[in-house]
């Protein structure tokens, strides 16, 4: 993994607070993860049929006060289906208004986040911090660490599993949770027919849903890019020693 100097950059989030008695067993039983494991935790919304509605970021500030973090157009969308479902719960659940920076080699301070393959935090609303100019670097380093986006690798046609998101946000042991029944039925069954890979990629970046070719016939679609680099949905029989193409440029598996 590339090393990276302490530097912060902004970061686009929106968020949604819970909070009140009933907002631990509440989120317990419609997200996909265990929060009661861990301060902070990665999560879904998940639809019946076990689709992506949200990729969030769980961080438990105090008994029965959540705040959950999810990308900038999501804010709303999380607001209202939690909203929709609480029912009787005794809890609150709005929209709340932060500023996140992920800092690099800042050790223990604000929300630990593995998003880029490398020692980094996400700090709410920090006073005094130098906050640079991103040049590409915080993208850079999420395609190289193989980490899923809403809206590029992940949306709602998109299982979890693909996206590796079944090894990081949910759990199999803590009970059920809308979408959980999908979820476990392909995870006992043991592989999807795709799944997310980093690619070397000659030369410039590749195109946006750009086929990923090999011998003629097309094996899988480009999400992300940066010069040299990108990330794609492919077809699980490819192995890592097939030469593969982009737009006519070699590519292969990392």
């Known amino acids: 993994m590339e090393s990276v100097a302490t530097r912060c950059f902004l970061r686009a989030r929106a968020y949604v607070g819970v909070r009140g ?3 631990s067993p509440f989120l317990q039983r419609i997200l996909s993860n265990d929060i009661t494991a861990a301060e902070v935790c990665e999560a879904l919304l998940l639809t019946a049929k076990g689709r992506v509605l949200a990729p969030l970021v769980v961080w438990t500030r105090a008994p029965e006060d959540y705040l959950l973090l999810t990308e900038p157009e999501l804010g709303e969308v999380v607001r209202a289906h939690l909203d929709r479902l609480k029912v ?3 809890c609150v ?3 709340e208004q932060h500023r996140s920076v992920i800092a690099f080699g800042t050790g223990g301070e604000g929300i630990p986040t593995r998003d880029y393959g490398v020692d980094a935090r996400e700090l709410l ?3 005094g911090l130098v906050v ?5 670097e915080l ?3 999420r395609i190289l660490a193989r980490t899923p986006r809403w809206g590029k690798e992940i949306d709602d046609t998109i299982l979890p ?3 590796g998101l079944d090894e990081r946000a949910i759990s199999f042991t803590k009970g059920c949770f809308p979408g959980q029944e999908p979820v476990a039925r392909l995870h006992a069954r043991g592989h999807v027919n795709r799944r997310l890979r ?3 990629v000659e030369g410039a970046p590749a195109e946006i849903g750009a086929d990923v070719v090999e011998d003629g016939r097309v094996v899988g679609r480009v999400t992300s890019a940066v010069e040299g680099l990108a990330l794609a949905y492919v077809r699980v029989e490819v192995t890592s020693e097939a030469p593969l193409e982009i737009a006519g440029r070699a590519a292969s598996i990392d």
């Open 125 to 127: 609303d920090p006073a």
């Open 21 to 23: 008695v009933d907002a």
């Open 88 to 90: 009787a719960a005794r």
């Open 161 to 163: 599993a693909e996206a």
């Open 93 to 95: 659940v709005e929209l």
């Open 198 to 200: 980093l690619l070397r």
């Open 132 to 136: 640079e100019d991103d040049d590409g």
């Open 139 to 141: 993208e850079r380093l």
